[in-house]
């Protein structure tokens, strides 16, 4: 490098040093600014979703017969099916022995309580490659029927609103969502 370039290169430097340094605070500011706006967020999000409860949620996860929680000491369940990196699959049963149409099928382990009744996951195929593919079902213990109320095929869904006799599921399934509403 000549004497004329060099001076040019040094002089450049020296400027793109400075830009670096004057804009560094700047750049971290709101860096810092845009992590506590996710937290704020989340932090709103986290709040409003205890406004609203969809009801009360039960998760299962033993081997062996156990009481469904918030089921008034009615309804037991038991894995069947373990997908592995995946649901569990589980057969329910009455804990009065009484018999019911809940023995015959395998349910997921999301259960929600309404006042109509219980809702669950009804798998459609036990085979890990035919899933997703389930009904979600109104149970009702007082008639011991199992209604079909819509066909889901992701397992990442929960009620988004309750009207009067009416329910409102939203599903996602990682690349499109949507909603679907069905009358009791």
């Excluded at 890990?128 to 109320?149: E, M, Q, V, W």
Aim: glycine share 6%.
């Amino acid at each position: 490098m000549n004497k004329a370039q060099l001076i040019f290169h040094h002089i450049f430097r020296f400027i793109w040093n400075a830009i670096f340094v004057i804009s560094y605070p700047i750049l971290a500011s709101f860096g810092l600014l845009f992590i506590g706006l996710t937290y704020l967020f989340s932090l709103l999000s986290r709040f409003l979703t205890r406004l609203k409860p969809e009801g009360s949620k039960v998760v299962l996860k033993e081997e062996e017969w156990e009481t469904l929680p918030f089921s008034n000491d009615l309804l037991e369940a038991k894995l069947c099916k373990q997908i592995m990196f995946g649901p569990s699959g589980f057969k329910l049963r009455r804990k009065d022995g009484v018999p019911t149409v809940l023995s015959d099928y395998v349910f997921g382990n999301k259960v929600r309580i309404l006042e109509e009744g219980f809702l669950l996951e009804k798998w459609n195929s036990t085979e890990s490659k035919n899933l997703p593919d389930f009904d979600i079902c109104l149970y009702n213990p007082d008639a011991d029927t199992l209604k079909p109320l819509t066909n889901i095929k992701c397992f990442d869904w929960h009620v988004s609103e309750k009207v009067d006799n009416e329910l409102s599921f939203k599903w996602f399934d990682g690349t499109q969502g949507g909603e679907v509403k069905v009358a009791l």
